[in-house]
Nanobody, 125 residues
Framework: QVQLVESGGGLVQAGGSLRLSCAAS????????MGWFRQAPGKERVFVAA????????YVAEPMRDRFTISKDNVENTVHLQMNSLKPEDTAVYYC??????????????????WGQGTQVTVSS
């Protein structure tokens, strides 16, 4: 069982930046396709960004495409989400997800096998 540990969340003013990171608990030869989802209070969990196991393919949800960047370190099995120009509507719990079988950057929540515990991002106006 792989555990995902997220870090980097916090409180930031509108227009600021945060960098989220998610590391797999074990460094293995298995490469994971990884993604980020977020869930605001009272709302469903929605897709933010994803990256293929190789790191060559990425996909960012349209509302964040010009502000968020996803990247991956395959040596460390770590994924990062760089978030710039943050807005109050970006406030949510951000979850990292991983799959050892996906061969693409997927926006489908059900395609991921492992989930982190979530990290809170709060953007003040």
């Amino acid at each position: 069982q792989v555990q995902l540990v997220e870090s980097g969340g916090g409180l930031v003013q509108a227009g600021g930046s945060l960098r989220l990171s998610c590391a797999a608990s074990e460094r293995t030869r298995v490469k994971y396709a990884m993604g980020w989802f977020r869930q605001a209070p009272g709302k469903e969990r929605v897709f933010v960004a994803a990256i293929s196991w190789s790191g060559r393919n990425t996909y960012v949800a349209e509302p964040m495409r010009d502000r968020f960047t996803i990247s991956k370190d395959n040596v460390e099995n770590t994924v990062h989400l760089q978030m710039n120009s943050l807005k109050p509507e970006d406030t949510a719990v951000y979850y990292c997800a991983a799959s050892p079988t996906l061969n693409s950057a997927s926006y489908v929540l059900g395609n991921y096998d492992y989930w982190g515990q979530g990290t809170q991002v709060t953007v003040s106006s």
